[in-house]
């Protein structure tokens, strides 16, 4: 079982850190694993979205099923896919204007022994990554929701 833990504070607001994230399929233009992202259906505090992951140019699909309320908290788990477990957090909180606390947790681990050796060290790097990510997507967008 893979697990990654983080909490920052950055220099943008909770609502436009919740927005980057809720962004699904804009996920391939900032997330280089992610080579496809779409949501198959949505209503107000819950969504599915499919994503397709690259690794070691094999491509996987998987589903997710996330719980929202904005600007707050994002929760994510697997409802289909190469997982055998996949659960991640976002809570998100302004501590001034322009800047939040963001906590962000994820833990995995692939059903097959192949995908462990071969995708588990790239979405490891990948988790330790994340919040990164998304905060260079938050301000490239200007920061602010």
């Not at 943008?12 to 980057?20: I, T």
């Amino acid at each position: 079982m893979h697990h990654f833990a983080e909490t920052r504070v950055l220099a943008v607001q909770a609502a436009a850190m919740f927005d980057v994230v809720m962004d699904i399929e804009h996920y391939p233009e900032f997330l280089p694993w992610v080579a496809d992202a779409r949501v198959l259906w949505r209503k107000e505090d819950e969504l599915v979205a499919e994503l397709v992951a690259e690794f070691a140019g094999k491509r996987v699909a998987f589903r997710t099923r996330d719980r929202f309320a904005r600007p707050h908290f994002v929760d994510v788990k697997l409802e289909e896919g190469p997982f055998r477990f996949l659960e991640a957090r976002w809570r998100f909180r302004d501590l001034a204007p322009s800047r939040c606390e963001v906590d962000f947790a994820i833990e995995f681990a692939f059903a097959s022994r192949w995908l462990e050796l071969v995708a588990g060290p790239v979405l490891d790097h990948a988790a330790r990554r994340m919040v990164h990510a998304f905060e260079a997507r938050a301000r490239a967008l200007g920061g602010r929701a």
